[in-house]
């Protein structure tokens, strides 16, 4: 295995109480949050809406709508089973399929930075494009800007989105109740592995891909089932940790996961034990959560399995009672762990 010098690493998990911005506040954990609830939502005032889901969910001359927006700062921009390019186009298609929609249409924008091959940026477009097609979504409008050397790191890239919803759907973290169970659609922890191999040069006896992959035809296979699908979540900054408990705080409802049921990779969950990282905390690029009423739970399972993004989905927990708001795993030896909110980012730049 190669030499890593540790000594570079900086600490992904700085203190709370901050008055300046530092890498945590986009990690997609519990600092984000703050950032968004104690600056933005106040800030915004009136002019602000926000359910702080994967998508937003209006309405516009008579049509139901999911709108999302995300940017992507991944370093490298290209790692094994990806690029910056793919990523943007399935990252936010599937922060759309979250809420039930169908993506439609999506916005490009770019920040490249002065001095950046136009090769680079050629397969970034050209990934896209591809991307895009494999989704079933145009690319519609866009932007470029261009920053100085010392202003950019290579090529930043944003999309949003717009999707239809169909009168009948009703998917938020709002809706999981007690009884309730947890699926996740296959292996976990991929994507963040991935990047983090490629951009350190570690290897694990095996090559670790990343899962980047455009979700909406699964969750059009979950609805077909007519099946009750409370909840869904994408699980990439924070990993399913940052997506259960935005679900339980939420729904106040606790969610109880059994350890061994979690579906972690023999190389994902080899370099989480070399690195001392949580693998349910580290980000998947084509995984969903899914919180399903219990009598639909079979239907749904069978639904997922049966479409080629779903084929490993499996049971690894249910919504209860006790403990609302938190997500609780019972480990191995029968003990019982607390999964918390991620603070920061234990892998900064992955997506």
Not at 65 to 92: E, H, Q, R, W
Not at 154 to 168: C, W
Not at 205 to 220: F, R
């Amino acid at each position: 295995m190669t030499t890593v010098d540790f000594s570079a690493w900086s600490c992904p998990v700085p203190l709370r109480d901050t008055p300046a911005v530092v890498m945590g506040h986009g990690g997609g954990g519990a600092m984000s949050a703050e950032l968004v609830e104690q600056l933005f939502l106040p800030a915004f005032g009136a002019a602000g809406a926000a359910e702080l889901g994967d998508s937003a969910v209006v309405e516009a001359g008579g049509a139901r709508l999911a709108f999302s927006t995300d940017s992507y700062v991944v370093k490298p921009m290209f790692f094994p089973g990806g690029s910056i390019g793919d990523l943007a186009v399935n990252g936010t298609v599937n922060d759309l399929a979250m809420s039930g929609a169908t993506p439609l249409f999506l916005s490009t924008a770019f920040i490249l930075q002065e001095g950046t091959d136009l090769a680079v940026v050629g397969r970034i477009a050209q990934a896209m494009g591809l991307a895009a097609a494999a989704a079933g979504v145009r690319l519609v409008t866009g932007d470029t800007k261009v920053v100085d050397s010392a202003s950019g790191d290579g090529v930043f890239v944003n999309t949003a989105g717009i999707g239809l919803l169909a009168p009948d759907v009703e998917i938020g973290p709002r809706r999981a109740r007690p009884g309730d169970v947890v699926l996740v659609s296959g292996d976990i922890g991929a994507h963040g592995i991935a990047v983090l191999s490629c951009r350190e040069g570690l290897t694990f006896g095996t090559s670790v891909l990343s899962d980047t992959a455009p979700l909406a035809g699964l969750v059009a296979a979950m609805l077909r089932t007519g099946g009750d699908v409370r909840a869904l979540r994408d699980p990439t900054r924070g990993g399913v940790a940052a997506s259960l408990n935005e679900i339980a705080r939420a729904s106040k409802v606790g969610v109880s996961l059994v350890e061994r049921d979690l579906p972690v990779p023999v190389a994902v969950r080899d370099a989480c034990s070399l690195l001392g990282l949580d693998p349910l905390q580290v980000a998947n690029e084509g995984k969903l959560v899914a919180v399903v009423a219990a009598e639909s739970a079979d239907e749904v399972l069978a639904a997922m399995r049966s479409h080629p993004l779903g084929a490993g989905a499996t049971v690894i927990g249910e919504c209860v009672a006790e403990h609302p708001g938190t997500v609780v795993a019972r480990t191995a030896l029968g003990g019982n762990r607390v999964i918390s909110l991620p603070i920061g980012e234990q892998l900064p730049r992955i997506c």
